[in-house]
């Protein structure tokens, strides 16, 4: 690092020089980071329960269908679930032997964001077999 002491002249020199300020700004972010204390409260999550309700039929393994109505109801196979259970079934349909169909079948009056979060539900589960159906109905519109 080169410093220079001024000139013959007599004049004073200008330029100020910038390293401590620049090495005392990185002690004190140093210092903050060290000081800064550990997030030591925990956020109580209701996690999902591993089986599947005894109230609603099991994935079929050949197919099954999700639809979504113009009210946001969700149905598996024609019972109407919610999307815990939705994420439950895929899981469940999922580690059969031989992946099973899924058939996706919004309504038209249905919002766009429940559509939205249920493809993304579908996508997150990893299904590889997905197919939408009742689009000729749209055909006309």
């Known amino acids: 690092?080169?410093?220079?002491?001024?000139?013959?002249?007599?004049e004073p020199m200008m330029e100020m020089n910038t390293t401590p300020?620049?090495?005392?700004?990185?002690?004190?972010?140093?210092?903050?980071?060290?000081t800064?204390?550990?997030?030591?409260?925990?956020?109580?999550?209701d996690l999902p329960r591993t089986d599947l309700p005894d109230k609603f039929p099991p994935p079929d393994p050949i197919k099954n269908k999700v639809a979504i109505d113009a009210a946001g109801t969700i149905?598996?196979?024609g019972s109407p679930i919610d999307k815990l259970t939705l994420r439950q079934y895929l899981r469940a349909s999922m580690a059969l032997p031989v992946e099973?169909?899924?058939?996706f079948e919004p309504d038209r009056q249905?919002?766009?964001?429940?559509?939205?979060?249920?493809?993304?539900?579908i996508k997150a589960s990893k299904v590889t077999k997905l197919g939408f159906v009742?689009?000729?109905r749209y055909y006309n519109f």
């Open 1 to 10: 690092m080169a410093m220079s002491g001024g000139s013959d002249d007599g």
């Open 21 to 34: 300020l620049i090495d005392v700004m990185l002690v004190l972010l140093i210092m903050f980071i060290i």
């Open 36 to 45: 800064i204390p550990i997030q030591t409260h925990a956020v109580k999550i």
């Open 75 to 77: 149905t598996w196979n």
């Open 100 to 103: 099973p169909e899924l058939q």
């Open 110 to 121: 249905t919002r766009y964001v429940t559509v939205d979060e249920v493809l993304a539900i």
């Open 134 to 136: 009742g689009n000729e």
